[in-house]
């Protein structure tokens, strides 16, 4: 069982850097440049420079100061204006081979250079600074009445490190505070930098307090690659249950809400639907028959794992929404759930934005805190 990252850093700095050599090829070419190959080599070492600053901001962010800082977040604009960059600029240095296409994929190409950097910049800017807080009215059917409207904050996807602080943290639980949530859940993923999780214990013990029903938490994968142990030891000290695999019931004027919580799934190919099965059953074991339950998983595809056990509504995260989508739609996934609502009335699955990232670029898809508000019918 895969308990790490499943891709190799060195192949991603390597890829990321032919992308530059690629695009000052392109640039080279496309405006006529005797020498394109040196075109090509400069946007290598620029990629490679930029691949360099933001794997050491990532290490050195605490210390960076506002310079480091513009550093660390520009060289994450520059390695995403590349990428954006790269098809088109093939393609247009491709047509300007013909002459009657010359002169316009020449104009085509300034353009789109520009309009992929000024993305670049915005995205880990001001595309990536707002937080929304999101309110979501959730029919239950059979909710009892001690529950009507009852609220839930969710938030997913912290990533407590370089780009997203203790203070941020802070900032949120204190929005679901003053949202009138009775309980706060953490779907995954809190921490990057293990050094942050004395400061994230912290706040999670003084803020639990704000919560009439305190705050649950469900393991991420990156808890795997930073330090479970660790983070396991903060949320003891904070006080924070931890829901892995199991259950916990919510009693209000004798009446119960069910909440139960799963692991980080890490089987592939046909074994992942019988792992994230066997992991729902063991969640689930216990409660009673037609109870209203609501269910957090990290990785969306348990969405479906919450329909199969009757849960009223599944919280996931893990997708960041792709980070990247036109008029609040995903560009690209990979991914069978990617961001919002999905389901119908009395099973409905939700895939979080999140409220951080490990990687600095929002475009179209803002991080969000979300509010859940019970209703029964």
Not at 307 to 315: C, E, F
């Amino acid at each position: 069982m895969n308990h790490g990252p499943t891709f190799s850093f060195t192949f991603l700095i390597l890829a990321v850097t032919l992308v530059g050599f690629l695009n000052g090829c392109c640039i080279g070419l496309l405006f006529r440049q005797k020498r394109w190959y040196l075109w090509g080599l400069g946007g290598a070492v620029l990629l490679f420079a930029s691949e360099e600053a933001y794997s050491w901001y990532r290490l050195a962010y605490i210390d960076a100061g506002r310079i480091g800082t513009g550093l660390g977040y520009g060289s994450c604009a520059v390695i995403i204006a590349a990428i954006a960059a790269l098809i088109p600029l093939a393609v247009l240095t491709a047509l300007s081979f013909s002459r009657r296409c010359y002169r316009g994929a020449r104009r085509a190409g300034i353009f789109w250079l520009c309009a992929a950097v000024i993305a670049g910049l915005y995205g880990v800017s001001f595309g990536n600074a707002p937080e929304e807080v999101h309110k979501v009215q959730v029919t239950v059917p059979g909710l009892p009445a001690a529950f009507e409207g009852y609220r839930i904050a969710q938030i997913s996807d912290t990533h407590i490190g370089p780009y997203y602080s203790c203070d941020d943290l802070d900032a949120a639980l204190g929005e679901a505070s003053v949202a009138g949530a009775s309980l706060t859940v953490i779907t995954g993923d809190l921490i990057d930098d293990l050094r942050q999780m004395p400061d994230a214990a912290r706040i999670l013990k003084s803020r639990k307090r704000d919560f009439r029903d305190g705050v649950l938490y469900i393991w991420g994968n990156h808890e795997y690659y930073r330090g479970r142990d660790a983070v396991r030891q903060g949320l003891d000290a904070a006080g924070i249950p931890l829901l892995e695999n199991a259950h916990t019931a919510i009693s209000h004027d004798g009446s119960a809400l069910y909440v139960a919580g799963v692991d980080y799934p890490w089987a592939r190919g046909e074994e992942a639907a019988a792992e994230r099965k066997s992991m729902a059953d063991e969640a689930f074991a216990g409660i009673p028959a037609g109870a209203v339950t609501v269910f957090l998983a990290h990785h969306s595809d348990f969405i479906d794992e919450g329909r199969d056990h009757g849960a009223v509504l599944t919280l996931t995260g893990h997708t960041h929404g792709m980070q990247f989508g036109i008029a609040d739609r995903p560009v690209f996934t990979r991914f069978k759930y990617t961001r919002g609502m999905y389901g119908g009335e009395g099973q409905l699955g939700y895939v979080s934005r999140g409220d951080g990232g490990w990687f600095p670029f929002r475009l179209g898809c803002r991080r969000e805190l979300v509010i859940f508000e019970l209703h029964g019918r």
